[in-house]
């Protein structure tokens, strides 16, 4: 049996054991769920709503833009990254 939306809904805003940060800025339109595996529409308050698996949201999905600045470790150019190898 799958989860209900609540139960959904607590284990993002709240963590749980396979993704224990909390995203209390991630909602769901409830209209949207049927499944865990069916498309589903997520809001983020900051960058607004997007499509995505719930069950991929609950094990750490996130909006597109979020994740593009969440896991832009470096902001230098070539050059300068270049540089930096060289010297290690």
């Avoid at 993002?12 to 589903?40: D, Q």
């Avoid at 995505?52 to 994740?67: E, F, I, K, L, N």
């Amino acid at each position: 049996m799958g989860l209900t939306i609540e139960q959904l809904e607590q284990r993002i805003h709240f963590g749980w054991e396979k993704h224990p940060t909390p995203r209390p800025y991630i909602s769901i339109k409830r209209e949207t769920y049927t499944k865990l595996k069916a498309v589903a529409v997520f809001i983020d308050e900051e960058f607004g709503e997007w499509e995505a698996t719930p069950d991929g949201v609950m094990r750490g999905g996130m909006h597109p833009t979020r994740r593009q600045n969440d896991y832009s470790p470096f902001n230098i150019s070539k050059e300068e990254y270049i540089l930096q190898r060289n010297r290690c």
